[in-house]
Each structure stands twice: as C-alpha cells, then as structure tokens.
C-alpha cells in the first residue's frame, strides 16, 4: 500500500512539473508573439512616417514656392507654409493627452487581444 502511495505522489510530482514547464512556456510563446506584433507595428508606422515626411517636405517646397509667386514675395510665401505647421503644431500640442491615450489602448490592444485573427 505504501508504494503504491509513493508512487501515484511521484507521478502526481511528475505532471505537475510538466505542466508548468508547459504553462511556462506557452507563456513565452504569448509574450513573444505580442512582442513581434508590436514590433511590427512600430517598423511599419516608422516606414510610413519616414516617407510621409519626404513627402510632406517636397509638398511643403512646392507650396511655399507657389505662395511666393503668387504674392511676388519669397518670405511671404514660405512664411504663410510657416504659419500652417505652427497652427499644426499648436493643434497638436494641445491634442497631445489624447493622441497618448490613443496610443496606449493600442498597444493595450495587441496585448491584451483575446479574439485575434490569425
């Protein structure tokens, strides 16, 4: 009777250690896929704005070239495209809070996603 006892709590012992070996590692498996997806994210949103800003600054010479021939007059034409990325900027900086909090349930998003398509 004693070593049957022994037994079935070696085997018990045995399980158990295998299966937080496997929680555990079903844990980094989880981290690790949220981890790639979020570093994915932040490379493509990168790429975006990188070339979104080449963009923004050839816009940004064409129009201050076009304001400055269309008012005879090269600062005030680059100066009027001046004054749109200070209204921007303004508008942003007293938007900031809630472009942050967009932000944070985002990666709280990819995270915390329990219905993710794959």
Do not use: H, P
């Not at 800003?53 to 005879?72: E, K, P």
């Not at 967009?102 to 995270?111: D, G, K, L, S, T």
């Amino acid at each position: 009777m004693q070593e049957k006892t022994d037994n079935f709590f070696t085997e018990t012992r045995k399980e158990l250690e295998q299966y937080i070996q496997d929680r555990l590692l079903l844990l980094k498996l989880q981290a690790t896929e949220k981890t790639a997806r979020l570093v994915a994210l932040l490379f493509v949103v990168l790429m975006i704005s990188l070339l979104g800003f080449f963009v923004l600054i050839f816009l940004s010479v064409m129009a201050g070239v076009y304001f400055s021939t269309t008012t005879n007059n090269l600062y005030t034409g680059f100066g009027i495209v001046a004054g749109f990325y200070l209204v921007l900027l303004l508008v942003f900086v007293f938007c900031r809070k809630w472009i942050s909090k967009q932000v944070i349930n985002i990666v709280i998003r990819i995270f915390f996603d329990k219905n993710e398509e794959r």
